[in-house]
């Protein structure tokens, strides 16, 4: 090998180490740079898309896409809700008297009537109590048609000298309902009873998310009390009315404040029935209470809605429905019973 060859080949080995040294360098100094830096052509966008980098932090934090709803936040749960029972206080003569209620003693010679002995369907119209409160009342159990009286026989009735109305509040997230009455002079409000309820089917395009509005309503005197056989039309069809309502029905009559819905066609009723041909007999539907499944009323067991519409129809009612309990302004200071 010449002397020429000889130094182009350390010359070139020279530059190859070099170059192989400086290789090695930059790799260990790149180990050694801040998690960062390594990442800093590695982002992702905030909810403002802005760009953010990848830190360890952010690549190990849990990814939520833009465009996921935010999760529903869970209501509070029922141990906190008030619920009472106070129902036999309406009628029973000696159970513990509601300052609304006051108890009487039948005879058919009134000062009130003039001319004729006095029937229950009287003492109905004076005490502004309908016959069916009454009926419950003189018949110690739920039996509200029938009107045996006799005198000396003691019952309950409303008093006169009261001014107060009955105040329904439905939670249409829990299908729950509480039955107040609001005394007026007082501006006390006394929770009677709770009670589950049926309600629309889910609707989003509704306030409410169902076909039951949201709202506050006055409910009306175009009340019924339906038997089997008694027809009437429903969605344009002649219908056997106690397949729809069951035996009572309660309309709402006008909204008051923040309806999201027109009262026309709302109200309350029982379950429907349905007619066994194996046993002869008229069976209650009971599958819609505390579900959504109705076109938007509500839906009481025949049990409930019997006798709620025996205390409440003779007396101004509202009925407010609110998404959560928590929500309502509830009229009036509340008050225990003792």
Not at 234 to 249: C, K
């Amino acid at each position: 090998m010449s002397v020429q060859k000889f130094f182009l080949t350390v010359t070139l080995g020279l530059f190859a180490f070099i170059g192989i040294l400086g290789w090695v360098k930059k790799g260990k100094d790149k180990a050694h740079l801040p998690a960062t830096q390594n990442a800093v052509q590695e982002v992702a966008f905030n909810e403002k898309n802005n760009p953010i980098p990848l830190d360890a932090e952010i690549l190990h934090a849990p990814i939520v896409a833009k465009n996921d709803k935010p999760q529903k936040t869970a209501l509070p749960t029922d141990v906190d809700l008030p619920t009472a029972n106070y129902i036999e206080s309406f009628f029973d003569p000696a159970a513990l008297k509601l300052p609304i209620v006051e108890t009487i003693q039948y005879s058919s010679r009134v000062p009130w009537l003039k001319g004729k002995p006095a029937w229950v369907s009287d003492y109905a119209s004076h005490y502004k109590t309908s016959k069916h409160f009454i009926a419950r009342s003189l018949n110690s159990k739920p039996d509200y048609l029938s009107q045996n009286v006799k005198h000396g026989d003691r019952f309950n009735v409303l008093r006169m000298d009261k001014d107060f109305y009955f105040y329904l509040l439905v939670d249409v997230s829990r299908c729950k309902m509480w039955f107040y009455y609001v005394d007026n002079d007082t501006e006390e409000r006394v929770l009677v009873k709770t009670y589950h309820v049926g309600l629309g089917r889910p609707d989003e395009m509704k306030g409410s998310g169902n076909l039951t509005p949201i709202g506050k309503y006055t409910l009306g005197e175009k009340i019924a009390v339906y038997r089997p056989g008694i027809m009437g039309f429903h969605n344009n069809q002649s219908v056997e009315m106690v397949r729809i309502f069951g035996s009572r029905w309660i309309p709402f009559e006008k909204e008051i404040e923040g309806c999201t819905a027109p009262a026309k066609g709302l109200g309350l009723h029982g379950n429907p029935l349905q007619y066994d041909n194996q046993t002869g007999k008229w069976k209650e539907d009971c599958s819609g209470v505390g579900q959504y499944t109705s076109d938007g009323c509500l839906r009481l067991s025949q049990s409930d809605m019997e006798e709620l519409f025996s205390i409440i129809v003779s007396r101004p009612a509202v009925v407010e429905l609110v998404k959560d309990f928590h929500n309502a302004e509830l009229p009036g200071k509340e008050k225990h019973l003792n």
